[in-house]
């Protein structure tokens, strides 16, 4: 069932006059008749009396008029829940870190950005799968060691980078090497 024809018929229902109903509904008058035909044909029953002068609800048409109504306002009230978890949704980062976050600034990081957006919230979540959590939609983002998303799907930011120290005794071999290359 098409609900532009039962937003159609409620109006006119409502009116009683096609004229009216056209002009609030923004379309002519023969188009009107015509989803209102449409309608009647696809019910089976005549849901309006027509005559020269005038427009009434049919018997039909009053039943089916009541039941218009609840449906649109149901359609209406689904419409409005869908927008509000919608928004609500649109102002939720998920996001998933594996390294430890005060080493990296995370904390600084998302303090910052919670002060710059304060109307979006940010749900920490905890998972040793970041590839999944992104592949899965289960999270927006995710701050990780390199290698672990190392997958096409995923593009890849460089936030930081990371520098590791050898650390050795006097004694080794390695030891006053400017630098080690770890194969």
């Given at each position: 069932?098409?609900?532009?024809?039962?937003?159609?018929?409620?109006?006119?229902?409502?009116?009683?006059?096609y004229?009216?109903?056209?002009?609030?509904?923004?379309?002519?008058?023969?188009?009107?008749?015509?989803?209102?035909?449409?309608?009647?044909?696809?019910?089976?029953?005549?849901?309006?009396?027509?005559?020269?002068?005038?427009?009434?609800?049919?018997?039909?048409?009053?039943?089916?008029?009541?039941?218009?109504?609840?449906?649109?306002?149901?359609?209406?009230?689904?419409?409005?829940?869908?927008?509000?978890?919608?928004?609500?949704?649109?102002h939720?980062?998920r996001?998933?870190?594996?390294?430890?976050?005060?080493?990296?600034?995370?904390?600084?990081?998302?303090?910052?950005?919670?002060?710059?957006?304060?109307?979006?919230?940010?749900?920490?979540?905890?998972?040793?799968?970041?590839?999944?959590?992104?592949?899965?939609d289960?999270?927006?983002?995710?701050?990780?060691?390199?290698?672990?998303?190392?997958?096409?799907?995923?593009?890849?930011?460089?936030?930081?980078?990371?520098?590791?120290?050898?650390?050795?005794?006097?004694?080794?071999?390695?030891?006053?090497?400017?630098?080690?290359?770890?194969?």
């Amino acid at each position: 069932m098409d609900l532009t024809l039962l937003k159609e018929f409620s109006v006119l229902a409502e009116t009683l006059s096609y004229q009216k109903a056209a002009r609030r509904l923004g379309i002519s008058h023969s188009t009107l008749t015509k989803h209102v035909q449409k309608l009647e044909t696809e019910l089976g029953e005549e849901l309006l009396t027509r005559t020269t002068r005038s427009v009434q609800l049919s018997p039909y048409g009053e039943i089916y008029q009541n039941h218009v109504k609840k449906m649109l306002s149901i359609h209406d009230q689904a419409l409005a829940e869908l927008r509000q978890f919608h928004d609500e949704e649109a102002h939720v980062l998920r996001m998933v870190f594996l390294p430890a976050p005060e080493r990296y600034g995370i904390a600084e990081l998302l303090s910052g950005f919670q002060r710059a957006e304060p109307g979006i919230r940010i749900d920490l979540l905890d998972s040793d799968d970041p590839r999944g959590m992104l592949l899965e939609d289960r999270c927006h983002l995710a701050i990780a060691v390199e290698r672990d998303v190392d997958i096409p799907e995923i593009e890849k930011i460089l936030y930081k980078r990371d520098r590791l120290a050898v650390v050795l005794p006097e004694t080794h071999p390695l030891s006053g090497a400017a630098s080690v290359r770890v194969e």
